[in-house]
């Protein structure tokens, strides 16, 4: 079956997006197709899949005209909630993510986009994923600023071991796990070699995001620049990843290494990321469109 699409993209980590009207059923053929759709030679190449349906004014999912019966969608046009919206992400593996913050950002462009709110005027939306919820804001300069949620307690500082070298990981969950790993030197880094080995520790029965950070001195005030490199589970390394930069920022404000906030500076850009005590972290950044396709 012949499938429409569009390919986003946040900092460079990209996704496939099924467009309005598509049906699906979750189970081993989806799962066959998301990790066909993601691959770089022989399909469309992504590192992960997302699908968004939307919700009733009553948390129901509003599914498309075929109702061949749960998990098929999305709805061709808007509802009359036209805020909420079920987003559902899988990696590149196959395997189904909570959280995403850079998808989180591509996706309120193409609701905003393919008309599925209600009001052409709204610009904040309600995303019910795995993890809870996430509202992302359209702003005028074109960037995306999404509510987060407030930082969740995960194992707390740890010891790890990648191929003899000794590591501190201070452990954040952002609604998916993180473990950041401050250095003096990112250069220095083996991130295939280590990310491989580290997502996999005994410590993750379900695996883990890793992140490794060096927070850039600032002369005469507190650092507001952090540069990261991540491996993310399931997809291994990408150019960005969202919610890894909201858990960086956490865990050097918890170790006392920046203030409220700070630019985290990643392979594919910026994201500005921001975090008062008690409460939820905000994450701005830009997502753009690609190309929209078809594909068998």
Same mark, same amino acid.
């Given at each position: 079956?012949?499938?429409?699409?569009? %390919?986003?993209? @946040?900092?460079?980590?990209?996704?496939?997006?099924?467009?309005? @009207?598509?049906?699906?059923?979750?189970?081993?053929?989806?799962?066959?197709?998301? #990790?066909?759709?993601?691959?770089?030679?022989?399909?469309? =190449?992504?590192?992960?899949?997302?699908?968004?349906?939307?919700?009733?004014?009553?948390?129901?999912?509003?599914?498309?005209?075929?109702?061949?019966?749960?998990?098929? =969608?999305?709805?061709?046009?808007?509802?009359? *909630?036209?805020?909420?919206?079920?987003?559902?992400?899988?990696?590149?593996?196959?395997?189904?993510?909570?959280?995403?913050?850079?998808?989180?950002?591509?996706?309120?462009?193409?609701?905003?986009?393919?008309?599925?709110?209600?009001?052409?005027?709204?610009?904040?939306? *309600?995303?019910?994923?795995?993890?809870?919820?996430?509202?992302?804001?359209?702003?005028?300069?074109?960037?995306?600023?999404?509510?987060?949620?407030?930082?969740?307690?995960?194992? @707390?500082?740890?010891?790890?071991?990648? +191929?003899?070298?000794?590591?501190?990981?201070?452990?954040?969950?952002?609604?998916? &796990?993180?473990?950041?790993?401050?250095?003096? +030197?990112?250069? %220095?880094?083996?991130?295939?070699?280590?990310?491989?080995?580290?997502?996999? +520790?005994?410590?993750?029965? +379900?695996?883990?995001?890793?992140?490794?950070?060096?927070? #850039?001195?600032?002369?005469?005030?507190? &650092?507001?620049?952090?540069?990261?490199?991540?491996?993310?589970?399931?997809? =291994?390394?990408?150019?960005?990843? @969202?919610?890894?930069?909201?858990?960086?920022?956490?865990?050097?404000?918890?170790?006392?290494?920046?203030?409220?906030?700070?630019?985290?500076?990643?392979?594919?850009?910026?994201?500005?990321?921001?975090?008062?005590?008690?409460?939820?972290?905000?994450?701005?950044?830009?997502?753009?469109?690609?190309?929209?396709?078809?594909?068998?």
């Amino acid at each position: 079956m012949s499938l429409n699409f569009s %390919k986003w993209t @946040g900092l460079g980590n990209d996704f496939v997006l099924y467009e309005p @009207g598509q049906t699906h059923e979750y189970g081993a053929a989806f799962t066959d197709r998301v #990790i066909k759709l993601c691959d770089r030679r022989f399909g469309i =190449g992504a590192d992960g899949v997302v699908i968004v349906t939307p919700m009733d004014k009553d948390g129901c999912l509003v599914l498309g005209d075929t109702g061949v019966g749960a998990g098929v =969608g999305p709805a061709a046009k808007s509802v009359p *909630n036209g805020v909420d919206f079920e987003m559902r992400i899988f990696n590149a593996d196959g395997s189904e993510a909570a959280m995403c913050g850079n998808a989180t950002r591509c996706v309120a462009k193409y609701i905003r986009s393919r008309g599925l709110a209600k009001d052409v005027d709204t610009k904040v939306f *309600n995303l019910h994923t795995k993890s809870g919820l996430v509202k992302p804001a359209l702003l005028d300069d074109g960037r995306v600023c999404v509510d987060m949620g407030l930082p969740r307690n995960f194992l @707390g500082s740890i010891k790890l071991t990648a +191929d003899s070298f000794d590591f501190t990981a201070e452990t954040v969950s952002m609604g998916n &796990p993180h473990a950041v790993i401050f250095v003096d +030197d990112i250069e %220095k880094i083996q991130l295939e070699k280590w990310g491989s080995i580290l997502e996999v +520790d005994k410590q993750f029965p +379900d695996r883990c995001n890793i992140e490794f950070a060096q927070v #850039i001195p600032a002369a005469g005030a507190a &650092p507001t620049q952090i540069r990261m490199r991540v491996w993310e589970r399931g997809c =291994g390394v990408t150019m960005a990843c @969202g919610t890894g930069s909201c858990a960086t920022l956490v865990a050097a404000q918890r170790t006392g290494r920046v203030g409220v906030e700070a630019d985290v500076i990643l392979d594919g850009g910026v994201l500005h990321i921001k975090h008062e005590e008690g409460g939820p972290v905000l994450m701005t950044g830009p997502a753009e469109e690609v190309f929209r396709g078809i594909i068998d």
